[in-house]
């Protein structure tokens, strides 16, 4: 039986894929290769780790709206996260997800977690998420 967490989709939409979790933020901005899905942010824990098609899974954004800028650019080479969860409402993230909706017709789920939630991810869980926000963790 598959474990739920109930989310509050910042930007709804559905998504599956493994999960890539920190506890540390993480500035898009030269730390996400809009071209290869990698996280280049070498002080960063998940630095050297591809997130293309994975679920990413960070506290919050870090750093300025080039974030947004950096996702949608990762979106339309189709090395994007499948979704990105959260501890809250990240306005870089959600701005991302809503444009990338309007200039490519698909955007990527962003979703907001308690901080309990949240502590029950870890790195390479099966996520599947629903349109409603709910999270099944797999194995």
Same mark, same amino acid.
Request: aromatic share 6%; glycine share 12%.
């Given at each position: ?10 930007? @709804?939409?559905?998504?599956? #894929? ?18 290869? #899905? ?9 630095? #050297? ?8 899974? +960070? ?17 339309? @080479? ?16 959600? +701005? @991302? #997800? ?42």
């Amino acid at each position: 039986m598959a474990e739920l967490i109930q989310a509050k989709p910042v930007v @709804a939409g559905s998504a599956k #894929g493994e999960a890539l979790v920190s506890q540390e933020p993480l500035s898009l901005w030269g730390g996400y290769d809009q071209k290869t #899905g990698e996280i280049i942010d070498r002080r960063h824990p998940l630095s #050297g780790q591809v997130a293309a098609g994975r679920v990413l899974v +960070l506290p919050y954004s870090r750093g300025s709206s080039t974030t947004t800028a950096v996702l949608l650019e990762a979106l339309r @080479a189709g090395v994007a996260p499948a979704a990105i969860l959260t501890t809250g409402e990240d306005a870089f993230f959600a +701005l @991302a #997800g809503i444009v990338a909706e309007e200039m490519y017709g698909s955007g990527i789920p962003i979703l907001a977690l308690d901080r309990a939630a949240f502590e029950r991810l870890e790195t390479g869980q099966w996520i599947e998420i629903d349109f409603d926000g709910t999270i099944r963790l797999g194995a």
